[in-house]
């Protein structure tokens, strides 16, 4: 691998000072003379009929400036696909899930507001309501959308391969059915919003979104103006990780028409509450898998049915149910499938897209029960993934999976051979199995995750380089960084094809009316696809500087190199000037000249066919085996989980400080859905809307984590990068779950697994220590 000035080093963040110092500003630390606050009054049933809506005494409560109801938005409606745009602002005849909103008011103050949303007058006819899909599929169930009769929001059914005669012809099959918890994305930021809708028809806003062109685009459509009166300031954002920030809610849209009908800018900042009883969630998921191997351990058929939790409205569902079937294939050699996947409305808040989105599902079902069936067999586990992983492919031949899924590089291999090559795994029967009441376990797992995303429509991310005269440079993308890093990522990129320093390259935040269109931070795909954007922008820089160079020293540009803030003659490279001087003379000599370079992403990667399930999510994918050691106390069901180890192929690791950041981050928060979080519903009511009752771990529970950097320099990814963390997000909840069945002997096939589960099964095992 070539070595390269900056690529590869830890360099500090390039937004490490402003986050430190406490002067970043997020979208709630905006204001603007003579603002308005936004509130947003929301059902209190799950099901129901709006019959009426009285907004009279509101709008006499001194302070207040509008009040607004689901009628002013027109009948506009929002979501993925055009066929499934089912959900609008406010909800204008009926509700659909608890504290859907139904009107909203602007006032001079929080306060007045939320006293007006007090005295808005709602007549409702409670509908019954359903809560559990299996339930809302069942005949006679209530109907909660007039366009699905069977409430099934999407289905698909897909078959490779001949499924049944592999089953038949199996030495053993297995059927079991595995559940995924109810867990939101637990950004610390909540969402905000601060809009200015002047009159000259202009729509200014400053949002916590992860994906500002979504919004940009909903704004559009929503309020009938052409994109180029819609801007979007991308202030700091606070955490992603999908769901809300990579979408548009109820609050981004009102502020917008309250700014409208009162001439004022409006501003709204959900409550954590708000976020935590309304905002888009991971889809929660039934699957009934089933499992046939040889005798000895090769797979031969895989049949998932997944009944999925979808909520009140479609979203971004369309894409979670494909992401969920058609990466299954992945990462062993899967010669027949069949996938069957029903996402089905219920009264419910909004199901959506989440870090690992999609794969999180069925890679949990289908990890335990290899290991289950390794458990049949007698066969040792590692043994038994090494026999079904996927070789690592010579990058001119790639590999194909049965459903048409290509890719250029695998190192799955190797992340296995590391993980149980270190003392975690290799020394597990050296280490104490039992202590007191306590008892030890080590699980292994094996997963893969897709980057540089692809979903429908627009694709293509931008990119600028502007070469400033005293030989800095601006770099503008409309790429977001939602916290992982990818700023740094990019600058180094820049820095690293210009042959700049690092700390010369200034990063310009998100502006939709001046930075080039970016189709958003979701799916793994900012370091791929802004990633080659900037590249390509740099290199067209770059060449204007060599050409300016060659004039001054009377050579072809081709002669020389621009590396480490000098350029300099390849043969003899004493002969050099500074980067400064170089764009001093590039952009002074002669009449003058303006230094800029512009490229955006090109990738070939291909459409998905969502009613065959063959297609491209992606760019590349990565491999995980991540290995867990934990100890359960076997009278109180308590977990300790005190050590990770994450070999991971990420491709080169561009910045491996973000790297390990990105994979500790996601273990942790796939730790916490594996044996902390679950939202507690009853008739579409959350009874744990606070992060005190919400529970996640605090950093004093997150494990030791060793992160084992694999490196097989995909030639699709800039650099030969590929993603990181969502990766250890979705090898997290098998890992923990193997590692508690070895350390109890009991299989647990719901998430999250709790204390008071674990210790029903250890009196249901008789094995639980009084």
């Known amino acids: 691998m070539e070595e390269y000035s900056v690529i590869g080093k830890r360099v500090p963040r390039i937004d490490a000072k402003e986050k430190v110092m406490g002067e970043a500003k997020y979208a709630a630390d905006y204001s603007l003379p003579g603002m308005l606050w936004a509130k947003v009054a929301r059902s209190p049933y799950a099901h129901a009929k709006i019959l009426n809506i009285d907004t009279s005494k509101a709008e006499k409560l001194p302070g207040v400036k509008a009040v607004i109801t689901g009628k002013d938005f027109n009948g506009w409606t929002w979501g993925f696909m055009a066929t499934t745009r089912d959900e609008s602002p406010l909800a204008v005849d009926k509700v659909r899930y608890m504290y859907e909103g139904v009107a909203a008011v602007a006032a001079v103050d929080e306060e007045t507001a939320e006293e007006a949303c007090s005295l808005i007058k709602v007549d409702y006819e409670e509908l019954p309501g359903v809560f559990d899909p299996e339930e809302a599929i069942k005949e006679g169930a209530p109907v909660i959308h007039a366009y699905r009769a069977n409430n099934v929001s999407v289905e698909y059914h897909w078959d490779f391969g001949d499924v049944d005669k592999a089953f038949a012809d199996s030495y053993i099959v297995r059927e079991d059915r595995f559940e995924t918890g109810k867990v939101v994305t637990g950004f610390l930021e909540p969402p905000a919003s601060l809009a200015y809708y002047d009159p000259s028809g202009n729509i200014t806003v400053w949002a916590a979104k992860q994906s500002p062109y979504f919004h940009y685009r909903h704004l559009a459509g929503c309020f009938g103006l052409p994109l180029s009166k819609i801007r979007i300031i991308q202030p700091f954002i606070g955490g992603g990780f999908g769901g809300t920030k990579n979408d548009s809610v109820a609050g981004d849209f009102c502020v917008v028409m309250l700014s409208k009908k009162t001439g004022r800018p409006v501003k709204y900042v959900y409550t954590m509450e708000e976020v935590l009883t309304t905002c888009r969630r991971r889809h929660n998921m039934i699957i009934y898998n089933k499992m046939g191997m040889t005798k000895d351990g090769i797979l031969t058929a895989i049949e998932s049915r997944v009944i999925g939790n979808g909520g009140g409205y479609t979203a971004i569902g369309p894409l979670t149910m494909f992401l969920t079937g058609y990466a299954t294939t992945l990462p062993y050699k899967l010669p027949n499938y069949r996938y069957d996947a029903w996402r089905v409305f219920t009264n419910n808040p909004v199901s959506a897209a989440m870090r690992g989105h999609g794969f999180t599902h069925t890679r949990f079902a289908c990890d335990i029960q290899m290991h289950m069936i390794a458990e049949e067999l007698g066969i040792d586990p590692v043994e038994m993934r090494i026999r079904n992983a996927i070789d690592n492919p010579k990058p001119a031949d790639g590999y194909s999976t049965i459903n048409g899924i290509k890719f250029k590089t695998c190192g799955l291999m190797e992340t296995i051979k590391a993980a149980t090559e270190d003392p975690l795994w290799a020394d597990r029967d050296k280490m104490v199995k039992q202590e007191g009441p306590v008892s030890y376990g080590v699980g292994i797992t094996g997963t893969t995750y897709q980057g540089g995303a692809r979903q429908l429509g627009h694709q293509s991310c931008g990119a600028i380089v ?305």
Not at 516 to 532: C, E
Not at 572 to 579: I, L, N, Q, V
């Open 466 to 770: 502007r070469i400033c005269e005293d030989g800095t440079i601006n770099l503008i993308t409309g790429a977001t960084d939602c916290g992982q890093g990818s700023d740094t990522v990019l600058a180094m990129i820049a820095a690293e094809v210009l042959g700049a320093k690092y700390e010369d390259i200034s990063f310009k935040r998100v502006d939709t009316a001046y930075t080039p269109v970016d189709p958003g931070s979701y799916g793994s795909r900012v370091t791929v696809f802004a990633g080659q954007a900037v590249e390509r922008a740099s290199r067209d820089a770059k060449r204007q500087l060599l050409e300016a160079a060659g004039k001054a020293w009377n050579v072809k540009p081709e002669e020389i190199d621009i590396r480490e803030g000098f350029a300099f003659l390849k043969d003899k490279p004493e002969k050099r000037m500074s980067f400064e001087k170089l764009a001093k003379i590039a952009s002074y000599e002669g009449a003058g000249a303006v230094i800029l370079g512009t490229g955006y992403s090109s990738y070939g990667v291909e459409e998905l066919d969502f009613s065959t399930g063959t297609g491209n999510g992606g760019t590349s994918f990565s491999f995980t085996t991540q290995t867990t050691r934990l100890g359960v106390d076997m009278e109180t069901g308590k977990i300790d989980v005190t050590d990770f180890t994450i070999a991971h192929d990420a491709g080169v690791p561009l910045h491996p400080v973000s790297v390990e950041g990105q994979n500790e981050g996601g273990a942790v928060q796939g730790l916490s859905q594996a044996i902390y979080e679950g939202f507690i519903m009853e008739n579409g009511r959350t009874h744990n809307s606070t992060f005190l009752d919400y529970k996640m771990p605090r950093s004093t529970d997150a494990p030791r984590i060793k992160v084992i950097d694999i490196i097989t320099d995909d030639p699709d990814g800039p650099f030969g990068a590929k993603e990181a963390s969502e990766g250890s997000h979705v090898s997290a909840p098998p890992s923990v779950v193997d590692a508690l069945h070895d350390a109890t002997g009991i299989w647990f096939k719901e998430l999250p697994v709790t204390p008071e589960k674990i210790v029903k099964a250890l009196k249901d095992a008789g094995k639980w220590m009084k």
